[in-house]
T-cell receptor, first 111, second 119 residues
Framework: GESVGLHLPTLSVQEGDNSIINCAYSNSASDYFIWYKQESGKGPQFIIDIRSNMDKRQGQRVTVLLNKTVKHLSLQIAATQPGDSAVYFCAEKQGNTPLVFGKGTRLSVIA | NAGVMQNPRHLVRRRGQEARLRCSPMKGHSHVYWYRQLPEEGLKFMVYLQKENIIDESGMPKERFSAEFPKEGPSILRIQQVVRGDSAAYFC?????????????????FGPGTRLTVL
């Protein structure tokens, strides 16, 4: 289930289940969105991106959904594996303005 | 095919000293971005540079912080007279372009970061 920890919200899922990580973004004019995965002690790793003229994009085992009406972005991970355990950040961008990162969600996969 | 490289990976400084963080972008990338991350928080944009030019420094403190990306060599983030509050992880990212057209060439790829500890 989902819970709010001391700092980062944490999502715990059983290995093999699907994970859904949610993100509420702030700028209705943002036109580009990215999901990054950050493992402990490492830099953020690009997972998938989506432009504002799309509402869904699929990658390998991952799907990003964009709902501009409610300014909501989600990342779905199919058949979650222990290697998926990390902190996931959404980031938004409007034109040439800097990337703005969300607070992050810690995904914990239970074997 | 090396990714973004940063060094040092860990840096310890005493209050008042200078910190120099280096970033070599991915091959073919001429756009560099610096971010700062505190524990359990997201990344905060600091500065965006192209070769020899600062494009956007809206996230960088006005005092003690500076950044450069010379024609030859890595990008440098310099923090003078460090204070304890500067302790953080500093990440560099690079992209092939920075056109803001939401295209693949704008995607930023991150380095492993430099963890700065100020004693």
């Amino acid at each position: 289930g989902e819970s709010v920890g001391l700092h980062l919200p944490t999502l715990s899922v059983q290995e093999g289940d699907n994970s859904i990580i949610n993100c509420a973004y702030s700028n209705s004019a943002s036109d580009y969105f990215i999901w990054y995965k950050q493992e402990s002690g490492k830099g953020p790793q690009f997972i998938i991106d989506i432009r504002s003229n799309m509402d869904k994009r699929q990658g390998q085992r991952v799907t990003v959904l964009l709902n501009k009406t409610v300014k909501h972005l989600s990342l779905q991970i199919a058949a979650t594996q222990p290697g998926d355990s990390a902190v996931y950040f959404c980031a938004e961008k409007q034109g040439n303005t800097p990337l703005v990162f969300g607070k992050g969600t810690r995904l914990s996969v239970i074997a | 095919n090396a990714g973004v490289m940063q060094n040092p990976r860990h840096l310890v400084r005493r209050r008042g000293q200078e910190a120099r963080l280096r970033c070599s972008p991915m091959k073919g990338h001429s756009h560099v971005y610096w971010y700062r991350q505190l524990p359990e928080e997201g990344l905060k944009f600091m500065v965006y540079l192209q070769k020899e030019n600062i494009i956007d420094e809206s996230g960088m403190p006005k005092e003690r912080f500076s950044a450069e990306f010379p024609k030859e060599g890595p990008s440098i983030l310099r923090i003078q007279q460090v204070v304890r509050g500067d302790s953080a992880a500093y990440f560099c990212a690079s992209s092939r372009s920075g056109l803001g057209l939401a295209q693949a060439s704008d995607t930023q790829y991150f380095g492993p970061g430099t963890r700065l500890t100020v004693l």
